[in-house]
């Protein structure tokens, strides 16, 4: 089946402990990002990459870091999270100018 | 300033009802995008409009992109529960069509 996958769905967190999120996916697409959802934000684009070893800024990339060793993998990563990173994070994948597929989500926790 | 305004943010039906929700921007989109987020999963899309003027049914869904391309509509005929969720409309702006610019969403609670 083709999917998105994040791990974990669920992370409660102190400040200052790194985090990693996971994000895989299986269709072989080239382009993929991270989003965060904020209830009065919206969805707002964190980090994306346009293939691998290609990554750049998104909106709120304050606080993140991301790597595309390889196609399938975009980990998002947060050296030293604080709580106004206590949010709702989405995966997201596509071919160029096609459908982006999202993730089930992780909800982070920073206490 | 949000440049994608949905209207109205929540709507509360009874199952049968129709309903109209409403992606409006002052800024010119070469394509326009609707997804359903239902509670612990990610957007799914559920279409895209291309063409100034364009409408698309899928099922009980008519979704109309504005002749000018700065705005578009979604209709719900006949709403049942399992439409039930938040939509989303995204924009890809002309000139820049990797970044799509999202809409805060209309929250849809349908009660049997």
């Known amino acids: 089946e083709a999917q998105v996958t994040q791990n974990p769905r669920y992370l409660i967190t102190v400040t200052g402990k790194k985090l990693t999120v996971t994000c895989s996916q299986n269709?072989?697409?080239?382009?993929m990002s991270w989003y965060r959802q904020d209830p009065g934000l919206g969805l707002r684009q964190i980090y994306y990459s346009m293939n691998v070893e290609v990554t750049d800024k998104g909106d709120v990339p304050e606080g993140y870091k991301v790597s595309r060793k390889e196609k399938r993998n975009f980990p998002l990563i947060l050296e030293s999270p604080s709580p106004n990173q206590t949010s709702l994070y989405f995966c997201?994948?596509?071919?160029?100018?096609?459908?982006?597929?999202f993730g089930n989500g992780t909800r982070l926790t920073v206490t | 300033t949000q440049l994608l305004e949905q209207s109205p943010q929540f709507l509360s039906i009874q199952e049968g009802e129709n309903l109209t929700v409403y992606c409006n921007s002052s800024?010119?989109?070469?394509?326009l995008q609707w997804y359903r987020q239902e509670p612990g999963e990610g957007p799914v899309l559920l279409v895209t409009v291309v063409t100034g003027g364009e409408v698309k049914k899928l099922k009980r869904l008519t979704f109309q992109f504005g002749d000018a391309r700065k705005d578009s509509s979604l209709h719900i005929t006949a709403a049942q529960p399992g439409d039930t969720g938040l939509y989303l409309c995204?924009?890809?702006?002309?000139?820049?069509?990797?970044?799509?610019?999202w809409g805060l969403g209309t929250s849809l609670a349908v009660n049997p």
């Open positions: 269709m072989n697409h080239e382009y």
């Open positions: 995204a924009g890809a702006r002309a000139g820049n069509n990797r970044k799509l610019i």
């Open positions: 800024s010119v989109f070469s394509s």
């Open positions: 997201a994948s596509r071919v160029p100018m096609g459908t982006l597929h």
